[in-house]
């Protein structure tokens, strides 16, 4: 198996630009994470979905987040508008049923001017 | 609320052993995850213990108790590939069977 796939795997956007996550779980799995991280704030559970429906956005910092997850082979994250303070690594992870290992993708390193 | 503390950093040398702490304050949990994380890298996997006591993997222990809300993960035989930050997360009854995480510590080894 390829493992989870995100891309890109780095972005560089100015302030005020829509930015778009992409995320490809692995086969079979049924629960999928998106995850922030910074120096500052450590990692940071930002949305999960179990079976393609959201369960628990709480930690989506705010409207400007929003997250997809039309089929069970792909998921988005959106930032619209992109703010500096936006500026981190971006993972997003899979596993086989919620509370069992997760396998993170390579992430997307983004940086917002 | 439920919290996870482990040590920010600790220091080791090479071919020695070292001990990761990870004190916990939870409601309730079903396990305790261990997950390492090199610079630049992203989370692996390393261990997962549903019931107290210890699991050997490797040069790779985890323990738990629930009794003292305690567990670590020791390291054996000290590599200076085995630099990097390591997670503890526990997966809480109370949140929607999520992982609820440490702030890592860094293990930095010398030669």
């Known amino acids: 198996d390829a493992g989870v796939i995100q891309s890109p795997r780095h972005e560089v956007t100015e302030m005020g630009q829509e930015v778009t996550l992409r995320c490809k779980p692995i086969s079979g799995h049924n629960s999928l994470f998106w995850y922030r991280q910074t120096m500052m704030r450590g990692l940071e559970l930002l949305i999960y979905?179990?079976?393609?429906?959201?369960?628990?956005d709480s930690g989506m910092p705010e409207d400007r987040f929003s997250a997809k997850m039309p089929n069970a082979s792909f998921s988005t994250l959106k930032i619209q508008p992109s703010e500096p303070r936006d500026s981190a690594v971006y993972f997003c992870a899979s596993s086989l049923q919620t509370g069992t290992e997760q396998y993170f993708g390579p992430g997307t390193r983004l940086t917002v001017t | 609320g439920q919290s996870l503390e482990q040590p920010s950093e600790v220091t080791a040398v090479e071919g020695a052993i070292v001990q990761i702490n990870c004190t916990y304050q939870t409601s309730g949990f079903y396990g305790l995850s261990w997950y390492q994380q090199h610079d630049g890298g992203a989370p692996t996997f390393l261990s997962y213990n549903a019931l107290d006591g210890l699991e050997e993997t490797g040069r790779f222990s985890s323990f738990l108790s629930r009794s003292d809300s305690y567990g670590y993960l020791l390291l054996q035989e000290l590599q200076m590939k085995d630099s990097a930050s390591y997670f503890c997360?526990?997966?809480?009854?109370?949140?929607?069977?999520?992982?609820?995480w440490g702030a890592g510590t860094k293990l930095i080894i010398k030669p």
């Open positions: 979905f179990n079976n393609n429906v959201p369960i628990d």
């Open positions: 997360a526990v997966t809480g009854l109370d949140s929607n069977y999520q992982l609820i």
